[in-house]
């Protein structure tokens, strides 16, 4: 999302869990339509009125996880501090990632990755989208697994993975063995980092194994070269806990 001051009111709203019509009643308006061109991501003006501003920090402050302060609105009238914007910033960036769920497009890159087997495997990397990443709301009991999504552009997990479709990773819950991961790994001779696709078998101090399914195979990098390790989501990850209890 696009930082302007419309999707910040959008994310202080969401974040109190109010909707357009609570959030007018609570800070003194008429109705929702009072208010409703400011809660748009195009809108966007240098800095919000500070009556405005005023009005509607008396409906949204104290609300929220992490609960909306006070410099959550001076920072958009630019009376706020600079330490004060800093930590608006922060709470406002911790939120949207929790809050919704990125999906970036991928490309593969030249830098390829032997198996065992002798097979080449190519990496991939995010593409570049200084535009903003389209964003999905997140359901509110996955929020704190810090979730991230991806299109696979290489087919080497096939058929457990399609090229082009999308694939969920969390970062609160480290990989066990047998699941299947995102790793990022250093290009040696390079400052780039390349992504690979694959079903962690073994991580020890020295080397991380992991398994490739198009063609069945094994991928042996030293511990050093890989920066991070990340769980993909099963389908019953996205279910809602439940109980049955009576």
């Known amino acids: 999302m696009n930082p302007t001051i419309g999707t910040r009111l959008m994310a202080l709203k969401e974040r109190a869990g109010l909707s357009l019509a609570e959030l007018a009643r609570l800070a003194g308006y008429r109705g929702a339509s009072s208010i409703q061109k400011l809660f748009r991501p195009d809108y966007d003006p240098k800095v919000l009125d500070p009556k405005v501003a005023e009005r509607l920090s008396v409906a949204l402050i104290g609300r929220g996880d992490p609960k909306i302060e006070s410099s959550d609105f001076s920072a958009l009238t630019d009376s706020a501090s600079t330490i004060e914007h800093l930590l608006a910033d922060l709470r406002h960036y911790n939120y949207i990632a929790s809050a919704y769920i990125g999906i970036h497009r991928t490309k593969r890159i030249a830098p390829t990755i032997k198996t065992v087997g002798g097979i080449e495997i190519p990496l991939f990397i995010r593409e570049d989208m200084s535009g903003g990443i389209p964003v999905h709301p997140c359901p509110p009991y996955l929020r704190p697994r810090g979730i991230i999504g991806l299109y696979v552009s290489v087919g080497n997990m096939w058929p457990r993975f399609e090229e082009g ?13 047998g699941d299947d991961v995102v790793a990022t790994i250093s290009i040696e001779g390079s400052s780039n980092e390349g992504l690979l696709l694959g079903r962690l078998r073994l991580m020890q101090d020295d080397e991380v194994h992991i398994d490739v399914l198009s063609p069945p195979d094994r991928i042996v990098v030293p511990r050093s070269a890989v920066v991070s390790v990340y769980r993909v989501l099963h389908a019953t990850d996205f279910l809602e806990p439940v109980s ?3």
Not at 165 to 177: D, G, I, L, W
């Open 244 to 246: 049955y209890a009576t």
């Open 165 to 177: 479709e999308p694939v969920f990773y969390e970062h609160q819950r480290p990989p066990a063995r």
